[in-house]
């Protein structure tokens, strides 16, 4: 009897290897696996996989593979091939892959407005509730604007209060965003020193950490690990506690007080849309709408947070482009009167370099991971339902033959030669995904780049962001951005100096 079971061995691996062959799907090719299992996973470079992803794409095409710990992963690069899949073929390519990891962040069921698959209905009515929502806050609403003012108004006093002394502006700002982002979601005047901010900071801490550590990866190959003391599984779980004792009481108090015929915030509007789906027999449960302003919290600060940051560091760096945004303050808003949303329009030149900021870090570099939802192609190469797709939005925002000298900060890309803003269908304007585009588009860049306005005007308006006195800024290059789950600048530190007119001071 043993005799057999070695040929009997052999013969269930040939039959299973020859199983696999002939139900493989084909996948456009790419670098090959140096290890088994392990793939390509140690040559891309962790902190800039965006740029091995462009030296790949020059010899094996706009599309191809590449296998990380056992997963196929198709990588998509350039305007052409991105464009594709964001825009031309949006549907096939709404999906979100399902990692265990996610599941453990959602309470085990994919949900909310962010990682379910786009065919999910119910994930499509989720979305749309919200980002209704976000986009009344972008434009018009004065209660909001003069309320994000307040907090704004809060920053400054803090960055005051620094008396021009060097000072690290990354969790400052952190909190001012954080205080907003509460503001939208849940209509919750918050203050920056609420003891609220630091905890939610380390949520978002936990959430990152998982997400990009080695033990995080490991808990998606095999989740028994949970079970065995798993770091990214406490992390995720600790998390969980801390949104749960945040968000449950805030959504608990919206419901008690939802001024039906005013919704006031992201939760108001999911609740309406939990009693008008009760009517049609629809079922909107609890988890889906914590998890939906859960996707809006997690998307929505450290974004912020990291533009700002960001543009602190550019300001440094490019002294003549913040004389000429505060010129521009000077011109249209003067210094008696706070910023609004209203000035927008007649600030050509700080509009431009909102959009150029936004191209020149790409700070949602590689956006958020895709999957096919139907078995489709893309620039010709077949793809299979359910495979893994990661955009390369970055190397749209620095393709050399778009973009000369794309490691520049240019805001006139975006303006014509008489300064007025360029038409919507420039080059420049189309090719240029920040947030992406077509069904999985952020929900928030109406209201994101509103806000970014009014930091960038009101904190201009009162300073000048200078290096600690006789140093040079570090440079703002985002290629020396840490990659967490969206670029990061390195810390650094910074001096406000209460503005002056530009021929007295600077
Ligand atoms: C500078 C700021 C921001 C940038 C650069 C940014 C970028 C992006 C990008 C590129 C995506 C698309 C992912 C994809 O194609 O699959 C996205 C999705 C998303 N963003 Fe933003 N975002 C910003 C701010 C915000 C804010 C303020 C919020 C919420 C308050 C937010 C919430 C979301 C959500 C929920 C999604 C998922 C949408 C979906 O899966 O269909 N983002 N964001």
Redesign the pocket.
């Known amino acids: 009897m043993p005799e057999l079971l070695m040929p009997a061995l052999v013969a269930l691996i040939i039959i299973y290897i020859v199983i696999k062959f002939m139900t493989k799907k084909s996948i456009p090719k790419g670098p090959p696996q140096k290890w088994p299992f392990i793939g390509n996973a140690f040559e891309i470079d962790s902190q800039n996989p965006q740029e091995t992803f462009i030296n790949w794409s020059k010899k094996y095409g706009d599309v191809f593979s590449v296998k990380v710990f056992g997963e196929d992963i198709v990588i998509v690069n350039g305007f052409d091939a991105v464009y594709e899949a ?1 825009v031309t073929k949006s549907t096939e390519f ?1 999906g ?1 892959p399902k990692q265990f990891r996610v599941k453990l962040m959602l309470d085990g069921e994919y949900t ?4 379910d698959n ?1 065919s999910n209905p119910k ?1 499509r009515l989720l ?1 749309k509730a ?1 980002m209704r929502s ?1 986009k009344q806050f972008g434009e018009g609403l004065d209660r909001l604007e003069t309320i994000s003012l307040g907090v704004i108004e809060e920053l400054i006093g803090v960055l005051d209060s620094k008396e021009e002394q060097p000072f690290y502006p990354e969790h400052i700002i952190n909190k001012a965003t954080t205080c907003i ?1 509460l503001l ?2 849940f209509g919750e005047e918050y203050h920056m020193d609420h003891p609220h901010l630091a905890v939610l900071h380390k949520m978002l801490r936990y959430w990152e950490d998982s997400m990009g550590n080695a033990s995080g990866l490991l808990l998606d190959i095999f989740p028994w690990l949970r079970f065995f003391g798993n770091k990214a599984y406490r992390e995720i779980s600790k998390a969980a506690e801390i949104r749960d004792s945040i968000f449950l009481p805030l959504i608990k108090k919206r419901k008690e007080t939802i001024d039906k015929a005013n919704p006031d915030c ?1 939760c108001d509007a999911l609740l309406l849309l939990q009693e008008e789906q009760r009517k049609v027999g629809k079922v909107i449960t609890e988890l889906d709408i914590k998890i ?1 302003l859960q ?7 450290d ?2 947070t ?2 700002v940051t960001g543009m602190l560091l550019i300001l440094m760096n490019y002294p003549e482009v913040q004389t000429k945004l505060q010129r521009e303050i000077d011109g249209v808003i003067g210094t008696e009167r706070p910023p609004s949303l209203a000035d927008k329009s007649k600030m050509a030149y700080t509009e431009a370099f909102i959009l150029e900021m ?1 191209r020149y870090m790409s ?2 570099a590689l ?4 999957a096919t939802e139907t078995d489709t192609t893309l620039r010709g190469h077949p793809l299979p339902k359910g495979i893994m797709v990661v ?1 390369n ?1 970055w190397s749209v925002h620095h393709d050399p033959g778009q973009w000369d000298d794309s490691f520049t900060l240019k805001p006139e890309r975006f303006l014509n030669e008489d300064g007025t803003p360029v038409s919507p269908d420039h080059p420049n304007k189309r090719n240029f ?13 109406v ?3 509103s ?2 306005f009014l930091f960038v005007t009101s904190l201009l308006q009162k300073f000048t962001f200078l290096p600690p006195e006789g140093t040079t800024p570090p440079s703002c290059d985002p290629r020396l951005f840490k990659r967490a789950l ?1 670029l990061v600048p390195q810390p650094f530190q910074v001096r406000a100096i209460r503005w002056q007119q530009p021929d007295d001071k600077i």
């Open positions: 964001l709404a979100r909310g407005s962010c990682w786009w994930m979305k919200a976000m982002i939208y979601l992201v939906t996707d809006s919290f997690m998307g929505g600060v974004t912020t990291s533009a936004l700070l949602a956006g958020l991971p895709r955009l939005l995904f920040p947030f992406g585009a077509g069904h999985r588009i952020c929900i928030a860049q209201l994101a780049k806000r970014l969206i």
